[in-house]
């Protein structure tokens, strides 16, 4: 069974790799809780030459990073990020700026807590890590959609695509695809105009639909600018 801080130096990981620093990871099993994160050196190699960057976890202690040596000793070693659990980000933020130079100023190792300290709002503070809340659920599309729109829209766009490419030297559609858009094209404006009549006379779906009209239409503003 992995030891409950994984998560969190998990997390850590991920938060480096989000700002492309790229780390070997080791989990400690034992207490006090611990772990060390051994920095690629090709991010490393410019500032530190042949030492190695380690970026190492303890629940009392919180982040510290160290230049390590050839000889496996810590040539120097400073705070990495201000307490016992600090955020990945943080962390991450803190790392980057390590890597292009190590701080001038060096100090000892600060305790924050001490293992077993309060352990059970500290199991709890890592469990979080281990059990994110879900995701927010996506938000519902603009009110007042209609598939017969969509797939109008599809089409326009498809078709403005195509002319636009052959603006710049693309091949134009054979005369059969081209008969065929334009067939596709005007059973949807049909389909429009069916439900123009329905929107004529029902005042509450009118309203519906005004919104995602005006979304519609910055959207293909926005796509035209593009092309």
């Known amino acids: 069974m992995e030891p409950d801080h994984h998560a969190y130096i998990a997390a850590v990981v991920q938060a480096l790799a989000r700002s492309h620093i790229h780390g070997e990871p080791w989990t400690g099993t034992a207490v006090p809780r611990a772990a060390t994160v051994t920095i690629d050196q090709r991010h490393t190699e410019d500032a530190y030459d042949d030492s190695t960057l380690v970026a190492y976890w303890t629940e009392e202690h ?23 659990l600090p955020l990945p980000d943080t962390v991450a933020d ?12 060096q100090d000892g190792a600060r305790y924050f807590r001490r293992a077993g300290d309060d352990e059970e709002a500290f199991a ?3 469990d ?13 599309g603009p009110p007042g959609t209609d598939p017969r729109i969509d797939h109008l829209e599809q089409l326009l766009d498809s078709l403005l695509d195509i002319y636009t490419r052959a603006a710049s030297g693309g091949p134009l559609p054979t005369p059969d695809d081209a008969r065929q858009t334009a067939d596709e094209i ?17 005042r509450t779906l009118r309203a519906r639909y005004a919104w995602a009209d005006g979304h519609r239409a910055g959207r293909r503003a926005a796509h035209r600018r593009r092309n």
Do not use: K
């Open 128 to 140: 979080a890590y281990r059990n994110p809340p879900p995701p927010p659920e996506a938000p519902a």
């Open 94 to 105: 803190s790392l980057r700026d390590v890597i292009r130079g190590f701080p001038n100023r």
């Open 186 to 202: 005007r059973a949807a404006l049909a389909d429009i105009h069916t439900m123009r009549e329905q929107l004529r006379r029902d």
């Open 62 to 84: 919180g982040w510290r990073v160290g230049v390590r040596c050839a000889t496996g000793r810590f040539a120097a070693t400073a705070q990495l990020a201000y307490g016992a």
């Open 124 to 126: 709890a503070e890592l």
